[in-house]
């Protein structure tokens, strides 16, 4: 009995050993070689100016991930992992652009690991790229929301500013008058790190500024370069009084487009509508057309079966380049 149960033992120890040195050897095959990679790159520039787009090229051997860090606020490597983090380069180039001046450590991180993250290497390749601030350009001007129904764009050249503002605007069914004397602003700079004065003071966006007057914009870049932007007020030309047989039509602004505004005129049931005369006036425009031709208040006629669009434009007495043009559109009807 006894014999015959190490003759069993014995021919599964016998067994077993193969399947144990097989095991061995299938871990073993199993391990990964992971390298440790050498991390090289390259940059297109190391002196740039704010906002101006950097070109990181991976140069090293192969790696699984290579990370640049730019080096400025949430990309420096001695604060990762943590407050910073890296860029993920994609097929060796990644891109960046720096938002304020200064001198940033650079860094390029190249990564091997092996499976579910394990056994990792890596090596790491830095320099240095020093980003000066001279931009002085304006990115918007914006008069705010006040009793508009949307804010209103001024027009930002690299010289001036242009505010165009219509002379009312309909709220809630009501034409309000704007009051171009009280308007608080909204400035954007292309770069973070400029600052702003109105008149030589510095500029709040509390504030209600007065367009009538002038004024200029002036924007100090981080390296202490100055531009400044006369602002320029212009009014979108409308009728102030329109008129067809004896009978005052009713203007009417739009609530959202403040380049148009409309009139409404009602004659009565008998009146042919296709020869009437108006007779109009507008403070602001110094050409009215229809489709391109001159219109002259009280002369010539016109057919309102269809609703006629006029064209006014607004011109600057002292800057005759810089205009403003608007739409009135008129409707008669008979009653």
């Known amino acids: 009995m006894i014999s015959s149960v190490k003759s069993k033992i014995k021919t599964f120890l016998l067994f077993l050993a193969p399947c144990l040195m097989l095991l061995s050897i299938t871990s073993c095959s199993d391990e990964e070689n992971i390298t440790q990679p050498q991390a090289t790159f390259s940059v297109s520039a190391t002196e740039v100016e704010v906002n101006q787009t950097v070109t990181f090229t991976y140069t090293g051997t192969d790696a699984r991930q290579v990370v640049i860090f730019p080096g400025d606020e949430g990309h420096e490597y001695e604060n990762a992992p943590g407050s910073s983090s890296g860029l993920v380069m994609s097929k060796g180039i990644g891109t960046y652009s720096y938002k304020r001046a200064g001198v940033y450590r650079a860094v390029c991180v190249a990564t091997n690991y092996g499976k579910e993250g394990k056994d990792e290497q890596f090596c790491i390749a830095e320099t240095t790229i020093t980003v000066t601030d001279d931009d002085c350009r304006l990115r918007s001007v914006t008069l705010q929301k006040d009793l508009y129904n949307k804010e209103l764009a001024a027009t930002v050249t690299s010289d001036h500013v242009l505010i165009a503002l219509p002379q009312k605007v309909n709220v809630n069914n009501r034409d309000i008058a704007i009051k171009p004397n009280a308007q608080r602003i909204a400035i954007e700079t292309m770069s973070t790190g400029a600052t702003l004065l109105w008149n030589d003071e510095p500029f709040d966006d509390k504030t209600k500024y007065d367009l009538t007057v002038e004024n200029i914009i002036t ?4 390296s202490g370069v100055q ?9 979108y030309p409308a009728f102030e009084q ?10 009417i602004f739009s609530p959202y487009n403040y380049e148009r505004s409309f009139v409404s005129v009602t004659l009565p049931k008998s009146t042919d509508l296709t020869q009437l005369t108006p007779t109009f006036a507008s403070a602001d425009a110094q050409t009215i057309t229809i489709d391109g031709e001159p219109q002259t208040s009280g002369t010539g006629t016109l057919d309102f079966t269809t609703p006629v669009t006029y064209r006014l434009t607004n011109r600057l007495e002292a800057h005759p380049e810089i205009t403003c043009e608007s739409e009135v559109v008129v409707s008669v009807t008979v009653k």
């Open 219 to 222: 924007v100090t870049a981080a």
């Open 242 to 251: 329109y008129t067809i047989n004896g009978v005052k039509g009713t203007i």
């Open 227 to 235: 531009k400044r932007y006369p602002v320029y007020l212009i009014a």
